[in-house]
């Protein structure tokens, strides 16, 4: 059997699926292939919103995404998801379920 959660929504979706296999045991998580994200919003989070240089790098990473297509209507620019690795979480220390 396998839970399966999906991080699009929020709060994401979970579900037990082949809830009769007990020969394996996994998470699947089911993500978008790109996230898209407010340049104003990166900056804030970034704690960079006040710097005038930070901020001119970002316009210019922003300006080179729309010239190649990866900018939609609102401003936001598209971002590669990928997977992070992380170390189990360990039941005892409340890394775990």
């Given at each position: 059997?396998?839970?399966?959660?999906?991080?699009?929504?929020?709060?994401?979706?979970?579900?037990?699926?082949?809830?009769?296999?007990?020969?394996?045991?996994?998470?699947?998580?089911?993500?978008?292939?790109?996230?898209?994200?407010?340049?104003?919003?990166?900056?804030?989070?970034?704690?960079?919103?006040?710097?005038?240089?930070?901020?001119?790098?970002?316009?210019?990473?922003?300006?080179?995404?729309?010239?190649?297509?990866?900018?939609?209507?609102?401003?936001?620019?598209?971002?590669?998801?990928e997977?992070?690795?992380?170390?189990?979480?360990d039941?005892?220390?409340?890394?775990?379920?």
């Amino acid at each position: 059997m396998y839970l399966r959660v999906d991080i699009r929504q929020v709060p994401p979706a979970v579900e037990v699926c082949e809830r009769d296999d007990f020969t394996e045991f996994k998470v699947v998580l089911a993500a978008a292939a790109h996230a898209w994200v407010e340049p104003g919003v990166l900056a804030e989070l970034a704690g960079r919103a006040e710097d005038l240089a930070w901020r001119d790098k970002l316009e210019a990473m922003v300006s080179y995404a729309r010239s190649k297509g990866w900018a939609d209507e609102r401003g936001r620019v598209r971002a590669h998801v990928e997977p992070a690795t992380v170390m189990d979480g360990d039941p005892q220390d409340g890394g775990g379920r």
